[in-house]
């Protein structure tokens, strides 16, 4: 089926440690993002990819860096673990020129900072 | 800049009742908007938009109409089932997510 696919699903951590969250795609979008999701606070745009080759900051950046690899695939990586990024992670894609599509959804990575 | 206020929840109704969930949005110009549910355990979907003025998106049951008048986005469906529990998020074209507002419905 086509869409947004994230590995991993599940991941713990501890408290300095490292990791990469990916992200793949299969519609051919330009656009892609990344939001964590804590509670009571809805979705916060970490970083985006307006198009293949560019990424720009979005509204909490700090502690993630990220990779536009290829049209694809979108990754996320935590250089420094930190109980604060304890968070629900989505991927999205879009396409900009294409403004009433909305977004697709990846189902999420669950992570853990111990 | 552009924002997204949406009623805090959670909302709990009995199965059948009315829903209406408040959305108001700022925004310079005319922007798409969106609302997405969320399963428990599951990714954000889209479920209805509206690209201009005075549209009427409308979905699974489910009813918003861009009201620019107001600034307002306001999700309805007027008998809920317990499928349709879940979390509801507005939003506009630029990325930006309301907070979110649970829903449970109760048979």
């Known amino acids: 089926n086509a869409g947004v696919t994230q590995t991993p699903k599940f991941q713990v951590l501890k408290t300095g440690q490292s990791m990469t969250l990916q992200c793949a795609q299969d519609m051919n979008h330009n656009s892609m993002y990344w939001y964590r999701q804590d509670p009571g606070m809805g979705l916060r745009l970490i970083y985006y990819s307006a198009s293949e080759g560019t990424t720009d900051k979005g509204e909490v950046p700090n502690g993630y860096n990220v990779s536009r690899l290829n049209k694809r695939e979108f990754s996320l990586r935590l250089e420094s673990a930190a109980p604060s990024q304890t968070s629900v992670y989505f991927c999205?894609?879009?396409?900009?020129?294409?403004?009433?599509?909305?977004?697709?959804f990846g189902s999420g990575t669950r992570l853990t900072v111990v | 800049g552009n924002s997204v206020t949406q009623m805090e929840g959670p909302v709990t109704l009995s199965e059948e009742a009315f829903l209406t969930i408040n959305c108001t949005y700022t925004a310079t110009g005319y922007p798409s908007l969106f609302w997405y549910v969320q399963y428990p355990g599951e990714g954000l979907q889209l479920l209805l938009k509206a690209t201009k003025a005075d549209d009427k998106g409308s979905n699974k049951g489910f009813e918003a109409t861009y009201r620019k008048e107001t600034t307002s986005f306001h999700l309805e469906k007027g008998s809920v089932q317990v499928s349709d529990s879940a979390v509801y998020f507005c939003a506009l074209r630029d990325m930006r997510f309301g907070a979110g507002t649970r829903l449970t419905v109760k048979p």
């Open positions: 999205a894609s879009s396409e900009p020129y294409r403004a009433h599509y909305g977004y697709t």
